[in-house]
T-cell receptor, first 113, second 115 residues
Framework: AQSVTQLGSHVSVSEGALVLLRCNYSSSVPPYLFWYVQYPNQGLQLLLKYTTGATLVKGINGFEAEFKKSETSFHLTKPSAHMSDAAEYFC???????????FGAGTRLFVKA | EAGVTQFPSHSVIEKGQTVTLRCDPISGHDNLYWYRRVMGKEIKFLLHFVKESKQDESGMPNNRFLAERTGGTYSTLKVQPAELEDSGVYFC?????????????FGEGSRLTVL
């Protein structure tokens, strides 16, 4: 069965500092991997995804994530945090050829001025 | 293009009452999903429609939950009778169309509180 573990329910960084949100997954077949973001009072929206090919994936708003098969990880990073990045971030996995997307518990990012 | 819309945005009901949540997916999306998030935990899969057919309903908690998608357009999720543990945010998402890249498009969610 697939599962997603996000380390840390809350992460706090200073504006301009590196953002690192951790995600580990388990999947018996090659996965599709996603990061979604939820801003207050909004639905989730896709930040970036990995399907095949290059393992370093770039998304919107300067975020990127690297698929590391050997570590079963898909950590999300951004070199310099901005106040507008404060939101909740969800890592998700889906089997290639499947339709069910499994989500992690989410990590709320706080950005301090 | 209109996004996924959900109604109501908030619902407060008493234990034992019935609530019906509605989801209008993006036009042309054959895949429609229901998810639920309870008290800051993970977003849990409930079920998946392909057009009007239930493709996977393995996440439905019990037979108090009934989902329909008549005509393959909008979907409803009815909880009858509601219990305290049904409280949470119910998300609807859709995918598909001309380029199905696996991305889910979410509504803003329906927050259900059962007292």
């Amino acid at each position: 069965a697939q599962s997603v573990t996000q380390l840390g329910s809350h992460v706090s960084v200073s504006e301009g500092a590196l953002v690192l949100l951790r995600c580990n997954y388990s999947s018996s077949v090659p996965p599709y991997l996603f990061w979604y973001v939820q801003y207050p009072n909004q639905g989730l929206q896709l930040l970036l995804k990995y399907t095949t090919g290059a393992t370093l994936v770039k998304g919107i708003n300067g975020f990127e994530a690297e698929f590391k098969k050997s570590e079963t990880s898909f950590h999300l990073t951004k070199p310099s945090a901005h106040m507008s990045d404060a939101a909740e971030y969800f890592c998700a996995v889906r089997n290639t050829g499947g339709f069910k997307t499994i989500f992690g518990a989410g990590t709320r990012l706080f950005v301090k001025a | 293009e209109a996004g996924v819309t959900q109604f109501p945005s908030h619902s407060v009901i008493e234990k034992g009452q019935t609530v019906t949540l509605r989801c209008d997916p993006i036009s042309g999306h054959d895949n429609l999903y229901w998810y639920r998030r309870v008290m800051g935990k993970e977003i849990k899969f409930l079920l998946h429609f392909v057009k009007e057919s239930k493709q996977d309903e393995s996440g439905m908690p019990n037979n108090r939950f009934l989902a329909e998608r008549t005509g393959g357009t909008y979907s409803t999720l009815k909880v009858q009778p509601a219990e305290l543990e049904d409280s949470g945010v119910y998300f609807c998402a859709s995918s598909g169309g001309a380029s199905n890249t696996g991305e889910l498009f979410f509504g803003e969610g329906s927050r259900l509180t059962v007292l």
